[in-house]
C-alpha cells in the first residue's frame, strides 16, 4: 500500500465499530443490506453507507443475486483475510490479504433456471 493519505483513509475505515461488524459478518457467507442490518443490529442508511466505504477499499464485494420473477437483490461478501501494519525505519508499511468470496450454488450458471435449481438443491 502506498501513500500515507490512503494508509490514514483505510485506518479510518477499519477504526469504525459499524464497519468491523459488517466485515465480520459478511466474512461468514454473503448477506443483503436488511440481514447486514438485522444481524449487526444497525439501521439500514448506516449499512449502505458503511458498505459504500468498504467497497471503495475493495474490503467488501457486491454481488447481484437472481431471484425468479424478478425483484433482484445484492449481497455484500468481505474479501479481506488479513491486514498488517508494520513500522520500518521511520515508515508505516500496511499489507491486505484479500480472500475470494464465498460463493453460492449455481453462481456460474448464466440460465436463471438452472442457477436457481442449483440453489433450491443446496438447501
Not at 520500518?88 to 468470496?101: K, M, V, Y
Not at 433456471?113 to 443446496?122: L, P, V
Request: proline share 5%.
Amino acid at each position: 500500500m502506498s501513500g500515507d493519505s490512503e494508509l490514514a483513509a483505510l485506518l479510518d475505515v477499519l477504526s469504525d465499530d459499524y464497519a468491523r461488524s459488517i466485515l465480520a459478518a459478511t466474512s461468514v457467507r454473503p448477506m443483503s443490506a436488511k440481514q447486514i442490518a438485522e444481524e449487526c443490529d444497525m439501521s439500514g442508511p448506516t449499512v449502505y453507507r458503511r458498505v459504500e466505504r468498504l467497497r471503495e477499499h475493495d474490503l467488501v464485494e457486491e454481488q447481484t443475486r437472481v431471484r425468479v420473477g424478478g425483484n433482484d437483490y445484492n449481497t455484500y461478501a468481505a474479501t479481506l483475510s488479513e491486514f498488517s501494519l508494520q513500522l520500518d525505519e521511520g515508515s508505516f508499511e500496511a499489507t491486505l490479504e484479500a480472500a475470494p468470496p464465498p460463493e453460492f450454488p449455481g453462481q456460474h450458471e448464466d440460465d436463471a433456471a438452472d442457477r436457481f435449481t442449483k440453489m433450491w438443491e443446496h438447501l
